[in-house]
């Protein structure tokens, strides 16, 4: 059973896709579309999906993979694909595979496609620096697309290819290609305006997937919103507004990933333990291990944290009546138990939170003591510590039990592991024990069973009962079992070691005087 943070996933459904540009692009676009298409890259290996959305009438969705439409990567949007979302082409149409990818360092490469048809798009989108200009130029520094995982802000520029000359698969300039009009094809994925604002893509960082937000912006005067072929491209619908309201409620657009942004915090519990509480749903019921020996044990917290070698930081803490905290930072994917917070793991009962924090970034120095450097994640689980049972019991060497020499007893009782209780048994004497005041475990409401076992000079007997009798021998060991309505169990033992009685012998009177005057007269006649 673990615990997890959880995030919505919105599924794509558009009313359009668009295609490649009129006018004085559609020459150079057209050579850009599916049917004569030489780039391809296989879009399910990718790991950025979905949509964007261009602010400008003549291009509109730009698809970041092709298994938005081709969902089962056949090549062709069939009968497999359904439902296909709405701005997809229509059934039959061939589309190659294509896709952006975010690599493990953060770099951003591969192809976005804008166009269905003949009459709207800009045809292929690269992110690739080495193929948007001749030596990986650009306008400016950074040229390569990248994201910085721990804070998800996406900088350089991505590239409409159909606005460039391009010679063996890649662009020969910066500057716009010779029947372009004018329009060099940049997008920049981060910067100002020309009234100092700023603009960009970012990712979230947290979760398991990661949604782009924020605008792209295409043009050939940067920041100038009416100079540009492309405009403000919007990765998400929750930026993207239609005067003054959201327009997710009619195209619920995104662009995300999952790709890895560190580690997602996640919280398990398990192990071979059958009888340390209950593991799953909102509450975790557990257990300290104070109980009995065949039974007390202690659940494994578990450090399920993914992906599992991103994680180079765990840090534990357990709040709540009595606070705790795994106070050293752990490195990478480590799980613990209740004994890492109190020794043995005798933990006052009561509600507690446990808490687990990863980081991606490594112990180092001390520096990260509880792991919140670098990209990092917390998760929080619920946990209820419940008293366990409690068996006590005493120890006396007078008959509690009524009888007709003594109607009313009143024995005097011990702690049966004293000092001063053990030191008065003698072999071959009655020892009597009651039940001190035993507890049943949190929850329950009764003890329903007592048992007592004593090994006698290693011969064992069992009786059960709120007291019980036994007659001492040299060695002797006490075990106490409570049970109660909940099936947990408590015991106690005790270890006593009688004397002996001292032995004596009969000697008559007479003999005894002839003994003494014998030796008194051996001792005189020595002395002269």
């Known amino acids: 059973m673990c615990v997890r943070k959880r995030r919505r996933h919105i599924t794509l459904k558009t009313t359009k896709y668009p295609n490649c540009l009129p006018g004085f692009l559609f020459a150079v676009v057209s050579l850009f579309c599916f049917g004569a298409a030489q780039i391809a890259f296989a879009g399910a290996s990718d790991n950025v999906h979905g949509f964007a959305w261009v602010f400008n009438e003549g291009i509109g969705w730009v698809s970041l993979n092709s298994t938005n439409c ?38 951003i490469t591969g192809y976005a496609w804008s166009g269905v048809n003949s009459n709207e798009g800009i045809g292929w989108i690269s992110f690739n620096a080495e193929v948007n200009g001749p030596g990986s130029a650009c306008p400016s520094a950074p040229c390569q697309a990248y994201v910085e995982k721990q804070t998800g802000v996406i900088t350089g520029w991505a590239r409409a290819l159909a606005a460039c000359d391009m010679v063996s698969g890649k662009c020969s300039g910066v500057g716009a290609g010779t029947n372009a009009g004018g329009w060099d094809g940049w997008i920049k994925l981060k910067g100002k305006t020309l009234d100092n604002h700023d603009y960009g893509w970012t990712v979230d960082t947290l979760g398991t997937t990661h949604d782009f937000h924020g605008y792209a912006f295409g043009s050939s005067n940067f920041g100038d919103a009416t100079n540009g072929v492309i405009g403000w491209a919007s990765a998400n619908c929750l930026e993207g507004h239609n005067g003054n309201s959201s327009i997710c409620a009619v195209s619920p657009y995104k662009v995300w990933t999952d790709a890895a942004f560190g580690p997602d915090a996640i919280i398990g519990c398990g192990g071979t333990c059958i009888n340390g509480g209950v593991c799953g749903g909102a509450l975790w019921e557990l257990y ?41 930072p752990l490195p990478g ?126 011969a064992v007997t069992n009786t059960t009962g709120d007291t019980a009798s036994f007659t001492a021998g040299k060695s002797n060991t006490i075990d106490f079992r409570i049970t109660d309505n909940k099936s947990r169990s408590g015991c106690k033992s005790a270890i006593i070691n009688a004397k002996n009685l001292p032995k004596w012998r009969e000697v008559s009177p007479v003999s005894m005087i002839w003994q003494y005057l014998a030796a008194t007269v051996s001792n005189f006649f020595a002395t002269l």
Request: charged share 15%; net charge negative; proline share 7%.
């Open 70 to 107: 081709d969902k089962n990567g056949s090549g062709v949007i069939d009968a497999g694909d359904a439902p296909v979302p709405a701005g997809c082409p229509a059934v039959g149409t061939s589309i190659p595979n294509y896709g952006v990818t975010i690599s493990e360092d953060g770099k």
């Open 288 to 328: 300290p291990p104070t109980g009995c020996s065949d039974s007390a044990c202690m659940f494994q917290f578990k450090n399920m944290s993914t992906p599992e070698e991103t994680v180079k930081c765990s840090y534990w803490q357990l709040t709540g009546p009595a606070s705790y905290s795994y106070t050293a």
């Open 333 to 458: 994917i480590q799980n613990i138990n209740l004994a890492a917070f109190v020794a043995g793991g005798n933990v006052v009962p009561g509600n507690y939170n446990l808490t687990l924090t990863v980081s991606d970034k490594s112990i180092a120095n001390g520096n990260n003591q509880q792991c919140t450097l670098g990209n990092h994640d917390s998760a929080t689980q619920a946990i209820l510590i419940t008293g366990e049972a409690q068996a006590r019991f005493k120890c006396s060497l007078d008959n509690p039990h009524p009888t007709q020499e003594n109607p009313h007893p009143n024995p005097s009782w011990a702690d049966c592991n004293s000092t001063d209780f053990k030191k008065k048994v003698i072999k071959g004497e009655m020892v009597y024990v009651s039940d001190d005041n035993s507890s049943y475990s949190g929850g329950a409401h009764a003890i329903t069973s007592r048992d007592w076992k004593f090994t006698i000079d290693g």
